[in-house]
């Protein structure tokens, strides 16, 4: 039987038990993750160079900045970002679609 916060499933004498309990860490995990994907899209579209490097404006939203300043560092290596700067407003962004909020990204070549 279920038991709450796993996914239980059995074949014959097999069962299997997953964790499915969504922690703070593994969330902001995960945000900067998918962050690090849509950026790397904008590159891609845009006509970037693999080596160019860039800059980040990303709209402040309580949904993730804690994530966006925790994992700063990562996001601007893995996107090769000299800088990432949370703001109140972009003007002429890239809008980004989560589940529940939007965000809004200007990345720059500099």
Same mark, same amino acid.
Do not use: H, M
């Given at each position: 039987e279920d038991i709450p916060g796993w996914l239980v499933t059995n074949e014959g004498?097999?069962?299997v038990a997953l964790e499915v @309990?969504?922690?703070e860490e593994l969330r902001k995990e995960g945000i900067a993750r998918e962050l690090v994907n849509r950026?790397? /899209?904008?590159r891609k579209n845009s !006509?970037?160079?693999? @080596?160019d490097k860039i800059s980040i404006l990303l709209s402040k939203n309580s949904n993730t900045d804690d994530a966006v300043n925790e994992y700063n560092g990562y996001i601007c290596n893995q996107v090769l970002a000299n800088s990432?700067?949370?703001v109140d407003e972009i003007q002429n !962004? @890239?809008?980004l /679609?989560?589940?529940d909020f939007n965000l809004y990204v200007e990345?720059?070549?500099e």
């Amino acid at each position: 039987e279920d038991i709450p916060g796993w996914l239980v499933t059995n074949e014959g004498k097999l069962t299997v038990a997953l964790e499915v @309990t969504i922690t703070e860490e593994l969330r902001k995990e995960g945000i900067a993750r998918e962050l690090v994907n849509r950026i790397q /899209n904008i590159r891609k579209n845009s !006509g970037f160079e693999i @080596t160019d490097k860039i800059s980040i404006l990303l709209s402040k939203n309580s949904n993730t900045d804690d994530a966006v300043n925790e994992y700063n560092g990562y996001i601007c290596n893995q996107v090769l970002a000299n800088s990432l700067q949370l703001v109140d407003e972009i003007q002429n !962004g @890239t809008e980004l /679609n989560f589940d529940d909020f939007n965000l809004y990204v200007e990345v720059s070549k500099e």
